[in-house]
């Protein structure tokens, strides 16, 4: 396990530089989840250390395989100095344990739920997982475990989660790239919807 948390620390020290911050969270009955902070300009991303350190399982699944399976850890962009988006933290590590703890797969076109701000004063309570690869790339493994993917969070107004629970992820995203959105704003507002 610490063998796999250091390759992605690795990785994620690559592609994004050096973390001027970190935190950890430990929920009862999980492993550890740490919170990396790296600061690229206006733009601070938040990526977790932890959630990749076990393959999630199929909660159908009478027993959860130790090593197949999907793995994963969560990055977060937003625009530096424009709320207080440090507060992000445990927001983020629960999102992380969610695997384990409610038996998640964590994977693109979801949705997961907070059911309060990501930080204080947030239009966001919720976030849609996007596609991995653009930004950090998928950290291969010695077989026969899965990869590990960096899946980008992009934060959903309350109005847009609904939204996108009616006509999906695709649908979603295609409204906030004609609409020009800039997700990475701390502090925008919800996207026309209609």
Do not use: C
Not at 33 to 44: A, H, K, N, Q, S
Not at 101 to 123: F, K, T
């Amino acid at each position: 396990m610490r063998e796999i948390l250091d390759l992605v620390e690795a990785r994620l020290r690559t592609a994004l530089g050096e973390p001027d911050a970190r935190a950890d969270v430990t929920f009862l009955g999980t492993d550890r989840i740490e919170v990396l902070r790296f600061v690229d300009g206006d733009v601070v991303r938040y990526a977790t250390l932890g959630m990749s350190a076990q393959p999630m399982a199929d909660p159908t699944s009478p027993l959860a395989d130790p090593v197949k399976g999907p793995r994963a850890e969560l990055v977060l962009s937003v625009r530096a100095r424009l709320a207080d988006t440090d507060q992000v933290l445990r927001p983020l590590a629960v999102l992380a344990a969610s695997p384990q703890v409610e038996g998640l797969i964590v994977a693109p076109g979801a949705s997961l739920d907070l059911g309060q701000p990501l930080w204080p004063g947030a239009p966001f309570g919720s976030v849609l997982v996007a596609e991995p690869g653009g930004l950090v790339e998928d950290l291969e493994l010695d077989a026969p475990m899965d990869p590990v993917r960096f899946l980008p969070l992009l934060p959903m107004t309350h109005n847009e989660a609904a939204w996108k629970r009616v006509r999906g992820a695709q649908e979603l995203q295609e409204r906030w790239l004609s609409q020009g959105t800039d997700l990475r704003d701390p502090l925008r507002g919800s996207v026309a919807l209609d």
